[in-house]
């Protein structure tokens, strides 16, 4: 029983190494799955990917009892994930998780509840497996030729689905913003405009509103948010200066919660907030949060759609192209909204 452990301890380290590279996906991740809030702003967060990766080692080169020790804790965190996973089917709106870091960015399905399912079944037959007379490690180096063969062959049918299978799940419909300027060379575009889909959307004051007539006097950047998510707290908070810094594009951001509870959390959604009902709209889109989409007057995407930080990159190159459009000034912008003056700025206001 070599293979279940070492499944264990190999996703463990994808895991933790995933995490570790983007920590602030791992702390949205806590907060998209409404753990308590004391646990979300705790050190778990970024513990969490550490203490995978000692797990995974543990589990491996340590001798009994003390593998047997980890590979139940690994059990453990295993069950808990999937309580978090199935608890979170029952929120009514979907959830973006990032379970293995981007690696696993995306909606909690069943499909996810079912992967974590067969995780405690792995995690099972690695506590199986720790009761065993030596390490994993050392079972390694005493293995015979035919069960490093059929190890191999393991491996590869693995990364053979992988690289198969991989990219199934499909990205969004574009993902480079447009250039004001268009493509005037002969190069061809690397952005394929395409018509904007089809949804609809709920105002604040509960009238319903679609993309085309949000449209219907100037393009729109679309921001995909949720109270929630950690990784949306910077977009959040700069909502105001980015509304008043692009001009005539107007700016609304997309929650799938709840509209008043949504404003009662962030505040600075008000005035300038959508309901996504069963979160249609981003699906289209494939985007989870934060992520990000600029509809054009004339009933096409004009950018995106982009997610993660990406979104912030986004912003500043619309605004570059409107500044380069001679639309808005170059000026800064207050992080309030208001205009910064030069008054204001040699005044040290």
């Given amino acids: 029983m070599l293979l279940p452990p070492l499944v264990a301890a190999l996703l463990l380290v994808v895991s933790g190494v995933a995490k570790v590279r983007h920590p602030e996906e791992t702390r949205s991740a806590f907060g998209e799955l409404r753990l308590p809030r004391a646990v979300t702003r705790s050190p778990a967060p970024v513990l969490l990917p550490w203490a995978e990766i000692v797990l995974a080692v543990a589990i491996v080169v340590t001798p009994p009892p003390f593998a047997l020790a980890a590979s139940v804790v690994v059990l453990a965190l295993f069950v808990a994930y999937l309580v978090v996973i199935v608890r979170a089917l029952g929120f009514g709106y979907p959830v973006t998780c990032s379970c293995f870091g981007r690696l696993g960015l995306g909606e909690v399905t069943r499909r996810t509840a079912l992967r974590n399912v067969l995780l405690v079944v792995v995690a099972a037959l690695g506590v199986w497996s720790a009761t065993a007379d030596n390490s994993v490690a050392a079972r390694l180096l005493d293995a015979s030729a035919q069960t490093w063969v059929w190890l191999g062959l393991v491996v590869l049918t693995v990364a053979v689905v992988v690289v198969t299978f991989g990219g199934a799940k499909g990205g969004p419909l574009t993902r480079e913003p447009v250039t ?7 190069e061809e575009a690397d952005y394929e405009r395409q ?25 729109v950047l679309l921001l995909f948010l949720s109270p929630s998510c950690g990784s949306c707290l910077p977009v959040i908070e700069r909502l105001p200066e980015w509304d008043a810094g692009l001009g005539p594009v107007s700016l609304r951001a997309v929650v799938w919660s709840p509209l008043d509870e949504a404003v009662a959390a962030q505040p600075h959604l008000a005035g300038r907030v959508l309901r996504d009902p069963d979160a249609i ?21 004009a950018g995106g759609p982009v997610q993660g930080a990406e979104v912030l990159d986004f912003y500043e190159d619309v605004r570059a192209e409107l500044v380069e459009a001679g639309v808005v000034d170059d000026g800064p912008v207050a992080p309030d909204g208001s205009a910064t003056t030069d008054e204001s700025v040699s005044d040290g206001r």
């Fill in 281 to 301: 709209t981003a699906r289209i889109f494939r985007v989870g949060t934060p992520g990000a989409v600029l509809l054009g007057a004339d009933g096409a995407l």
């Fill in 195 to 219: 018509p904007i889909p089809f949804a609809v959307l709920e105002t604040e004051d509960g009238q319903t509103v679609t993309m085309h007539e949000l449209t219907s006097s100037g393009a």
């Fill in 180 to 186: 004001a300027g268009g493509t005037d060379s002969g």
